[in-house]
C-alpha cells in the first residue's frame, strides 16, 4: 500500500492533524511534479506503492563546504571564512559559534530546511512563532519573519547570525526542494558523446546540470541513486524527507578533566537519527569551554573545526522495478 502520508521532518510531532496533512500533501505535489519528465524513475510514496523489499539506501557527506576546500586556503583562513559566512555553509548544513572573548563556548549545527518554516507561515504562525522564540531565547513577532512582499523570510535576522542562536538553514542552495529535484534528477542515466556511460560522480553533476560539482553533497547524492537505477531501481525519499545530522566525531578531542566530549553533544529538534538541530558545549558547571578542549595539538578555535568531524545524510528508497536503463546524453551546456 502506498505510505498513508509524510511525516514532518525529524518525526516531529508539533504539527496539527490539519498542518500535518497539509504538509504531506504539499510534499505530495512536489515528488509528483519532479517525477512527471520523461526518463525520471523517481515517484511519491504516498500516490505508489513502496514494497517491503524495498532497499534503503543512505547517502552521507562531510558538513564542511567542498566548495572552501577547493580553494588556496591555509586551515586557519577557511575555518575563518566558513564560520562568519553562512553563505558559504552550502552542504545543507549551517552553524553558528557563540564566543566569550576569542574562546569558542558554543556551536549550533542545524540541517532543517526553511520549507517547514515556510509551511508553518501558512498554516500555524503562532506555532512558527513559538518555535523561533524558543530557539532564540527573545521575543519574536510574525511579520520580522516576513519579506516586503509578505512571505516568509528564511534570512530573516532572527535566523542570520553567525555569533549565536539559530533556528534552521537559510543559504539559497539549503532546502528540501532542491534536495528533491536533486534526487529525481540523478535517476536520469547519462552518457558522454561517445556512447559511454557516465558514473563519476563529479562529471555525473556537470553532464546532466545536477549542482554543484564542488560540493560534496550533490555528487555524492546524484552518483549513489545514479548507481541504483543503473540496477533497476526506482527511487524515492525515506519517510520523513529531509537532511538530517549524521555521524559527530569526537575521537581525538582531549578534555581538561577527562570528561568524554561525547556528553557535549545535545540533540535540540529531532529525534536520534533524525536529528536536525544540535549543539556541542561543555556544561557550565565543568568550569571550562569548549575552547579549552585539545584539537590535533591545538585548542578548538573555529566551528568549522568540527564541522569537519561532522556528517550529513538523506536517504533514499529503491524498489525493483521492470524496466531497461537507458542512457541519455549531457546537456548541450557541458560540453561533455
Known sequence: MPLKQFAAPGKLTELSKAGLKAWSARLSELFDAVAAPGGRHFYDPTTSDT????????????AVPGRLLSRRLSPERRWEVAD?????????????????????????????????YDHL???????LVNLYEDATGGKVSVDELRDENGLFDATNRFNSRTDGPIVHLMQF???LR???ILAAEATVLRKNKDGRAIRHPQTLIVCGGL????????????????????????????????????????TGLATPDGTDPRSFW???????GHALRARFEVPPELGYTLGDINLAGGPIVAGAQLAERLSVRIEAVARSA????RRRSCLQSSGL
Open 84 to 116: 562568519h559566512d553562512r553563505n558559504q555553509q552550502d552542504e545543507y548544513c549551517e552553524w553558528s559559534v557563540l564566543r566569550d572573548g576569542d574562546k569558542v563556548v558554543r556551536v549550533t549545527f542545524t540541517t532543517e530546511t526553511p520549507d517547514y
Open 173 to 175: 542552495s539549503n532546502n
Open 211 to 250: 549542482g554543484d560539482e564542488r560540493r560534496h553533497s550533490d555528487p555524492r547524492i546524484a552518483s549513489a541513486i545514479n548507481n541504483l537505477v543503473a540496477q533497476r531501481f526506482e527511487i524515492t525519499l525515506a519517510n520523513p524527507p529531509g537532511l538530517y545530522l549524521d555521524r559527530f566525531i569526537t
Open 51 to 62: 514494497p517491503g523489499d524495498a532497499q534503503s539506501a543512505a547517502v552521507t557527506w562531510p
Open 178 to 180: 532542491a534536495a528533491v
Open 322 to 325: 521492470a524496466f531497461e536503463p
Open 121 to 127: 507561515m501558512d498554516v500555524d504562525p503562532t506555532l
Open 266 to 272: 545535545t540533540i535540540e529538534r529531532g529525534e536520534p
